[in-house]
Nanobody, 114 residues
Framework: VQLQASGGGLVQSGGSLRLSCAAS????????MGWYRQAPGKQRELVAA???????NYADSVKGRFTISRDNAKKTVYLQMNSLKPEDTAVYYC?????????WGQGTLVTVSS
């Protein structure tokens, strides 16, 4: 099983980035997918999630700015991040969960400069 995250980088405050996470080795459409992030010195937190049934939920801090989506044919989950703020700076991790059995990607660094 592999979850390959990409799309991170350095962006100015107010800018946008789109993260992608390509999965292999799993029946992607069965899995709930999520994006988590971990900032230096902080615990990992859920940013956004999308279920196999396409229900979504978001952390309050990103509602209205971030959008999670998935393409089951491409086995890929996306996180569109708009109006980025310096406090969004973190390593972003992709997660695949099936009834509590989870896989994690390697993370991609997002840095937002003020």
């Amino acid at each position: 099983v592999q979850l390959q995250a990409s799309g991170g980088g350095l962006v100015q405050s107010g800018g946008s980035l789109r993260l992608s996470c390509a999965a292999s080795g799993i029946i992607f459409s069965f899995y709930d997918m999520g994006w988590y992030r971990q900032a230096p010195g902080k615990q990992r937190e859920l940013v956004a999630a999308i279920t196999s049934g396409l229900s979504t939920n978001y952390a309050d801090s990103v509602k209205g700015r971030f959008t999670i989506s998935r393409d089951n044919a491409k086995k890929t989950v996306y996180l569109q991040m708009n109006s980025l703020k310096p406090e969004d700076t973190a390593v972003y991790y992709c997660n695949a969960d099936l009834r509590g059995f989870a896989y994690w990607g390697q993370g991609t660094l997002v840095t937002v400069s003020s």
